[in-house]
């Protein structure tokens, strides 16, 4: 299952660019230590002939993202075989693309038509080596937010972009399929993952403002689309799914906004609390989360809480797999780190001889893809370009 959240996805200039430049303070660890704490090697995926590039996805032995071109001239979408050691570019759609996911034998990711243009949202087959524009729902533009099987899902604009609306797009049919909203085709929609036959996201309701939103769980078999309601407030959001198990933001009656999750065999609510007030994401039954310091981890099962890491700095989890999660702790510069919901154990990762480093996702075998900083050419500058790495996980000595 893969699911993600664009909320946390960052354009790649903007990203590099702010990480290139870190604060330093007190109780900041160092490379030194990061990498001693490490039972990961890291490895530098190179670029596509610029200076910058990072990974955002891995499945399997493919790591996929986004790289400048020779010159810094353009922004392409990249794969890379962790096997055969190669980076192919998969082109654009017009003028410079990105890849978000992959899957299989399937990239997806978004592309700008033109300098000043609407974005599409694409689809590359790596066996087939062809990129495919995956179209909108009749306005200008898409914007990819998950991958799960063969659907892809988003939102996109309708005709005059005055609307948006969730869609799900088969690779297989290659149709894409309008998800509607709960206040019908006037109203606002936007999905932010897909598990199986379900997709998840927001929308607005009857007679309300855009901006009150209900979380949604879209079936897809039954093409139905249920109002996952609140807990006694007037809003929700659903974030990501896990089997039958949603997660998102909720207010309560009392007008406070906390984390919840859904299960939609039963229609039982579990309010989360406050710690995990933001970026809710899945996995079992576990849920992770943050409060815009800490992040934390709730068993549905316990009803247990752990903080995540250290409790210093702000720490953020980009994706959990299994017992498996990944993400970044600043504290206060970025340092990438893996850790694990059952014991809790948190180690960072290396960097590529710079301070800094981000993690994105995992794949089934913990090998980690994300940016790392390069040694730095001015030694008053604590990182150089930052490439698109792997981080591989070594067995125990």
Do not use: C
Not at 228 to 236: I, Q
Not at 346 to 373: C, D, E, K, M
């Amino acid at each position: 299952m893969r699911m993600r959240s664009r909320a946390w996805t960052l354009a790649a200039a903007g990203l590099l660019a702010a990480a290139a430049s870190p604060a330093y303070g007190a109780g900041t660890p160092s490379a030194e230590s990061a990498a001693r704490s490490a039972q990961y090697t890291v490895q530098d995926l190179g670029t596509l002939g610029g200076t910058r590039s990072k990974a955002t996805a891995v499945d399997g032995n493919t790591a996929v993202g986004s790289s400048l071109t020779r010159g810094d001239a353009a922004e392409h979408a990249f794969a890379y075989d962790l096997h055969r050691h190669t980076m192919i570019d998969l082109g654009t759609l017009g003028r410079s693309s990105r890849a978000t996911d992959v899957e299989g034998d399937y990239v997806v990711g978004e592309s700008d038509l033109s300098a000043e243009g609407p974005t599409h949202g694409f689809a590359y087959s790596l066996r087939t080596r062809r990129l495919l524009d995956i179209g909108t729902l009749g306005g200008s533009s898409t914007h990819i937010t998950g991958l799960n099987g063969d659907t892809v899902v988003g939102t996109s604009s309708l005709s005059g972009d005055a609307v948006t609306h969730a869609f799900a797009y088969s690779l297989r049919t290659r149709t894409m399929t309008d998800l509607g909203s709960l206040a019908g085709p006037s109203g606002q929609s936007s999905a932010a993952a897909v598990s199986g036959s379900v997709v998840v996201g927001s929308s607005s309701l009857p007679n309300l403002p855009a901006t009150t939103t209900h979380g949604f769980a879209y079936n897809l078999r039954t093409r139905t689309m249920t109002d996952l309601g609140t807990l006694g407030g007037s809003s929700s959001t659903a974030n990501d799914i896990s089997g039958s198990t949603v997660v998102g933001q909720s207010r309560t009656a009392g007008n406070t906004l906390t984390g919840y999750a859904y299960d939609l065999r039963t229609g039982t609510r579990t309010d989360l609390g406050s710690h995990l007030l933001t970026r809710q994401l899945i996995s079992g039954s576990t849920v992770v989360g943050g409060d815009g310091m800490l992040a934390r981890s709730f068993d549905l099962t316990t009803h247990t809480s752990a903080v995540i890491g250290s409790g210093r700095g702000v720490t953020e989890v980009r994706q959990i797999a299994g017992n498996l999660m990944v993400g970044d702790n600043f504290a206060p510069n970025s340092f990438a780190f893996v850790a694990h919901a059952d014991d809790g154990e948190f180690t960072y990762l290396p960097s590529l001889g710079g301070l800094n480093s981000h993690a994105a996702q995992a794949n089934r075998n913990g090998i980690v893809a994300g940016s790392a900083a390069l040694p730095p050419g001015d030694p008053a500058t604590a990182n150089g370009p930052f490439h698109a790495a792997v981080w591989v996980p070594q067995p125990a000595a």
